[in-house]
């Protein structure tokens, strides 16, 4: 294997990681600075509070982004196997 194939395999992997947690990173930021700063003005500091709508975020975006997710990863997959048979 080439050491261009090797980069662009580890490079494409990175962005297809970084492509597929983006979203739920991002909700779980936005849901965690708005809870915390709930907790902040009423003063009420359990930390269960966040769990909960971070488990129901994560299975909304499971649902409206599984379909995208799944074919991010396929093509990632197809393009992994096509650089392998060029081999």
Do not use: Y
């Not at 779980?28 to 009420?44: E, M």
């Not at 930390?47 to 971070?54: G, L």
């Amino acid at each position: 294997m080439e050491i261009g194939n090797l980069l662009t395999v580890g490079k494409e992997a990175i962005m297809t990681a970084l492509m597929l947690a983006a979203p739920f990173l991002l909700v779980s930021l936005l849901i965690g600075l708005v809870i915390s700063v709930f907790q902040a003005a009423t003063q009420i500091h359990e930390q269960n509070i966040v769990f909960v709508p971070k488990i129901i975020a994560t299975g909304l975006i499971l649902i409206f982004l599984g379909s995208w997710m799944i074919s991010v990863m396929v093509n990632f997959t197809t393009n992994i196997f096509q650089i392998m048979s060029g081999l």
